[in-house]
């Protein structure tokens, strides 16, 4: 009796050992951030979205196109591309502009929700963003539908999200900023243009979409600035994110620009947004990059493109005077792809640094605020480094922790009578406390 009951009492430690180490183990959620614009053919993006959440015949995907004009057409695509990849795809018809639908009896429909609780995966549609966080978040309170989704994430299942979809990622997110310019000028409202997102990839980073192509350089670094964040990424088009813990894969057509603001600060009394010492990294298809380490793994046909230029010791982490020319000034940095060309043009160039403007003014524009630019600054940090396919794409690169200042300059009215002996260019005037 003593031992037999003894190997009970064994038997009983054993399996509370194993599950208390089967529950130590966090599940491998995992959200995959779409810049939008995803192809149709993209096979190496919609083939991963299905590889995360299982595989082909296991992956079982929610599909929400809550934010699509044309909720059935959106939904229809999607479950199409995933369906050819191997998953099973099902919609999820709860959106505003779904016609013939009651959206409240949807939003709250238990078989709705637990068709969601039954997949191990959701993907979420283009469009507008605040109609996903107005109807699933209402007034910042989750919904039973949300929650549910939230369910699917938290024993390790995937979110996807494309445009719209990657918009509410974080837990801040761009609601209606599509003016660059404005957001820079220090229009950044709660509600208007910002508001909370779902959160999905944590407190931390804050995502953004379309990119490269729409020059959002430009309103993620007063985003991150006001809110405290120190890490942005920012997904190209056609390109997707991977993003698990603290990893972040990069996949597709282009890549993703990550801005790491541990060294930025700024001048309040300036009273309009300005940063020294910002972060910039380029990562292209096949990169990857821990944010707890700090480290990048660039994909293994690249190269390394060479060491930069040798830096002062007593300069490292400080913004430096140029000790050769400007390579280049870049008309208007918030063009398509812009900020990672001057990036490039950068480690390229013997050059200590490559400026760029942005300057774009309404018609008629004559407030002071109006017509307020800004000069990006990219120069050399010591441990700014790059990597390139030389035997493929010129474009195929990896560009890591290129330093950026931003400052604000006041732009000469075209109306205005200017001396016969000013240069075009000249009335350009920065606040002495960046100059």
Excluded: C
Excluded at 216 to 240: D, H, Q, T, W
Excluded at 283 to 289: I, Y
């Amino acid at each position: 009796m003593d031992a037999f009951r003894l190997i009970s009492i064994r038997l009983r430690v054993l399996f509370a050992l194993a599950a208390l180490l089967g529950a130590g183990a966090a599940p491998a959620q995992t959200a995959i951030v779409i810049g939008g614009a995803l192809r149709m053919d993209n096979d190496a993006v919609w083939q991963r979205i299905v590889d995360e959440a299982g595989g082909p015949g296991q992956a079982r995907f929610a599909v929400l196109a809550t934010a699509a004009a044309n909720p059935e057409l959106s939904a229809r695509l999607i479950i199409d591309a995933l369906k050819r990849h191997g998953a099973q795809a099902e919609h999820i018809p709860v959106a505003p502009r779904l016609e013939g639908v009651d959206l409240q009896r949807n939003l709250n429909d238990p078989a709705l929700i637990g068709k969601i609780r039954a997949s191990n995966a959701v993907f979420f549609s283009g469009g507008a963003q605040g109609f996903i966080v107005d109807t699933l978040q209402p007034g910042g309170r989750r919904t039973e539908m949300l929650d549910a989704i939230w369910e699917v994430y938290r024993r390790g299942g995937v979110v996807a999200g494309t445009s719209a979809g990657a918009a509410i990622m974080s837990r801040v997110m761009f609601r209606d900023a599509l003016n660059v310019m404005e957001v820079m000028r220090g229009t950044l409202r709660e509600g208007q243009e910002i508001d909370r997102g779902l959160g999905f990839v944590g407190d931390e980073l804050f995502v953004d979409q379309h990119f490269l192509k729409r020059g959002r350089i430009g309103r993620m670094l007063p985003l991150m600035m006001a809110k405290g964040y120190r890490f942005g990424l920012g997904v190209e088009e056609n390109s997707a994110a991977v993003v698990r813990g603290d990893r972040i894969d990069v996949i597709g057509g282009r890549g993703a620009l990550l801005v790491d603001l541990r060294d930025a600060r700024s001048d309040p009394t300036l009273g309009m947004f300005n940063l020294r010492g910002a972060r910039l990294s380029y990562l292209d298809n096949g990169d990857r990059h821990d944010l707890r380490s700090g480290v990048t793994s660039p994909a293994a046909r690249k190269t390394a493109a060479g060491a930069p230029v040798p830096i002062r010791a007593s300069a490292l982490g400080q913004p430096m005077p140029s000790r050769g020319p400007v390579d280049t000034f870049q008309p208007d940095i918030l063009g398509d792809n812009r900020i990672v060309q001057a990036m490039s043009e950068l480690l390229q160039s013997p050059a200590n640094e490559v400026r760029a403007m942005a300057a774009r003014i309404r018609p008629g524009a004559t407030e002071p605020r109006d017509r307020t630019g800004f000069v990006f600054r990219l120069y050399r940090g010591a441990d700014t480094q790059g990597w390139i396919d030389a035997d493929g794409n010129a474009h195929d690169v990896t560009l890591l922790d290129v330093r950026l200042d931003v400052r604000p300059v006041r732009l000469p009215d075209p109306n205005a009578a200017a001396p016969a002996s000013t240069l075009p260019g000249a009335t350009l005037v920065a606040p002495a406390g960046l100059r």
